[in-house]
């Protein structure tokens, strides 16, 4: 293992990146040879991510200047300060797993989805993993723009060539949103890079460096904005919001649950990771701004829910809403908001991913995604209703599924600040929205009477699609009735956050409370 493990982010990232390459070689006749390297390759992909959470805690693969783990860093293109620097902390490690585990999920269901350029189609998704794994773990800004720019190209290829009747315009509207968004995130780096070179005389793009810059004000405003609008996009928050429905109304299934699974995730990880802890005094001055924002997308992206026709339109805008309730959970930047923004990502990620799953399953066997066109499926598919109610639970925050504690998390941690407790209270509405919306889809599409032949001949889910939804109900259950197995990796970075946002002398009173006056102290003194 000594070989191995030292460099195990190499593995993980660039797996897939050796399964595209021997994709490319093998000819487009052998089919079948295509789908099971494809198959192969994110399957291994995930079970050597698996020591990444086994190993955490070794002294051996933790930087004691950093406390970031399994680090790996060389020079790159020195004559202008760029490194290969990448690492994990708990943040990126979690989402490194669910990047792993939805990638896998994502090919194993296309086996008999997509019939057309089948080499091309596996060869795309292949790069895109090497992307967003990429994205995660790098800790130099040049690696990070890098990755960020590579997972642009293969979605719009999956979208533009495999998706829906209006695949183009979706896939155009997808690249030129998220290129215009770079590009501004990208002025943001270069302004960190020359004030850092300014500063030190030193040209570097060392992530961990720039967060112990003292930014002067100016520059700490404009720099959110640039990054603001880069991350924004990603998320995306209201009203950057339109190019989501649209990709994901025509992507393939796979594009959708790796939209809505990792890619969304992106963004909120830059603000996580980039936003709050290198620009603490913006973030504090614009928080008021990203509240507002986060409430209307949760809000309208409920009620716009609700009238959808669509199914998977339905489940696209529902994102928007449970994205506006990540971000609420990271601007209210206390300890429990935080982790419960970060823990509803990967939540997010569960449930929205096996609801497009689901939608996919049923769209292979009538071709259509209108709510109208279906009705009593219950009566020929009881496991696919079964899956369907538990992902339904889980969207909607039912206690022992695991929305209902990151929800829960992300309410108390923003009502904990008193000049926050109005958004929380707003933002509760949101939840009861997102019940009526999943339970009358369910009732839609589940309950009634089975008056529709082509319905009649739908078959159940066979082995393989069950599969597909297996670990994801796992998961749901494990979060749901023991989150701590998760949250434990988040309390070194989220307190480090905290710390930088709201000032040691927060911190210190969030962990040693102040008893009230005249309340009685309790001493285990003798």
């Not at 030193?202 to 405003?221: A, T």
């Not at 009238?307 to 959970?329: I, P, R, T």
Request: aromatic residues 16%; charged residues 10%; glycine residues 8%.
């Amino acid at each position: 293992m000594d070989f191995f493990m030292p460099s195990i982010l190499n593995w993980v990232c660039y797996l897939p990146l050796a399964g595209f390459f021997l994709i490319l070689f093998v000819p487009k006749e052998k089919q079948a040879l295509v789908k099971w390297i494809a198959n192969v390759t994110t399957a291994a992909g995930f079970l050597i991510s698996l020591p990444l959470i086994l190993s955490f805690n070794d002294p051996a693969y933790i930087d004691k200047a950093t406390g970031f783990r399994f680090v790996l860093k060389a020079p790159w293109i020195p004559s202008i300060g760029v490194q290969y620097y990448i690492g994990i902390d708990g943040i990126s490690m979690l989402l490194t797993l669910l990047t792993t585990l939805l990638g896998f999920i994502a090919v194993l269901s296309s086996w008999s989805a997509i019939t057309v350029r089948i080499k091309e189609y596996y060869a795309f998704l292949l790069l895109l993993q090497v992307g967003m794994i990429g994205v995660f773990m790098s800790l130099d800004f040049f690696l990070f723009y890098v990755f960020w720019e590579v997972m642009l190209v293969p979605m719009y290829f999956l979208i533009g060539v495999w998706g829906g009747p209006r695949k183009l315009y979706a896939a155009i509207k997808f690249f030129l949103y998220t290129l215009a968004g770079s590009v501004l995130m990208l002025l943001g780096i270069l302004a960190l890079y020359f004030y850092q070179h300014s500063v030190s005389g030193i040209y570097s793009f060392d992530v961990l460096e720039m967060q112990k810059l003292g930014l002067p004000h100016n520059l700490q405003w404009w720099v959110f904005l640039a990054f603001f609008v880069g991350f924004a996009i990603k998320v995306p928050m209201f009203p950057f919001h339109t190019w989501l429905p649209d990709a994901h109304v025509e992507a393939p299934t796979a594009g959708s649950v790796i939209l809505a699974g990792v890619l969304l995730k992106m963004g909120t990880y830059g603000f996580v990771r980039f936003s709050l802890p290198i620009l603490p005094e913006a973030t504090k001055e614009f928080l008021p701004m990203m509240m507002v924002l986060c409430l209307i997308g949760i809000v309208y992206g409920a009620l716009v829910a609700m009238v959808q026709k669509d199914w998977k339109s339905l489940v696209a805008y529902s994102s928007v809403s449970h994205l506006g309730f990540c971000m609420l959970g990271v601007f209210a930047a206390t300890p429990v908001g935080l982790q419960g923004g970060i823990l509803q990502m990967i939540n997010h990620g569960i449930s929205t991913g096996a609801l497009f799953l689901l939608v996919g399953n049923v769209y292979e066997r009538r071709h259509t995604r209108m709510i109208s066109e279906y009705g009593g499926l219950s009566h020929h598919m009881p496991v696919y209703a079964t899956i369907f109610l538990i992902m339904t639970l889980s969207s909607i925050g039912m206690p022992a599924l695991n929305g209902f504690i990151g929800e829960f998390m992300i309410l108390q941690g923003t009502f904990a600040q008193p000049d926050l407790r109005l958004y929380a209270g707003i933002a509760v509405s949101g939840i009861v929205l997102g019940a009526a919306y999943m339970l009358w889809l369910y009732q839609r599409v589940m309950f009634g009477p089975l008056d529709k032949e082509e319905n009649k001949a739908m078959k159940d889910l066979n082995l393989r699609e069950i599969a597909t939804y297996v670990p994801l109900i796992i998961l749901a259950f494990w979060i749901g009735l023991y989150p701590r197995t998760f949250l434990q990796y988040l309390d070194q970075p989220v307190n480090q956050i905290v710390e930088r946002v709201r000032g040691k002398a927060y911190f210190q009173a969030v962990q040693n409370p102040v008893p009230p006056a005249g309340a009685v102290v309790r001493s285990n003194q003798h």
